[in-house]
């Protein structure tokens, strides 16, 4: 097992990243008192590394479906709705962890890669 003082405050991190994007994703049953939470725990993981930080973006994308469902009623709208607050709380916990390795999986998995620099040709 993996535990260190940064690995406790990295949970706390991802625990935090999730709240705040389910605040976000679902304003209206914030508003009500009625937001889902979900801790994703991974104290059994090491993030840092690349089997570590797959599991963990598993277990957010896991929760921000299960915090997301009540939006699909089985219909294309809603369930393209629910589908964007996947994305979106998935995405806000990923950023809100701030671990490299996570973020290159979450990119990954959205077909994305780190931008990168590309030089100009000037017409001679």
């Known amino acids: 097992m993996f535990r260190s003082k940064k690995s406790a405050m990295t949970k706390l991190a991802v625990a ?12 209206a ?9 979900v801790t994703v725990k991974y104290s059994d993981l090491d993030p840092s590394q690349p089997r570590g930080a797959t599991a963990l973006y598993e ?3 896991a929760a921000s479906d299960h915090v997301c469902a009540s939006l ?6 809603s369930n393209m709705h ?7 709380v998935t995405a806000q916990a990923v950023a809100n962890a701030n671990l490299p390795q996570l973020t290159a999986v ?12 590309v030089a ?3 017409n001679p």
């Open 16 to 27: 935090a990243a999730v709240m705040t994007a389910l605040v976000s994703a679902l304003p």
């Open 29 to 37: 049953a914030a508003a009500n008192g009625e937001l889902p939470s």
């Open 59 to 61: 277990r957010i994308r």
């Open 72 to 77: 699909g009623h089985g219909d294309a709208l």
């Open 82 to 88: 629910m589908q964007d607050c996947v994305d979106k």
């Open 106 to 117: 979450h990119l990954a998995r959205r077909g994305a890669t780190r931008p990168t620099r």
């Open 120 to 122: 100009e040709l000037e």
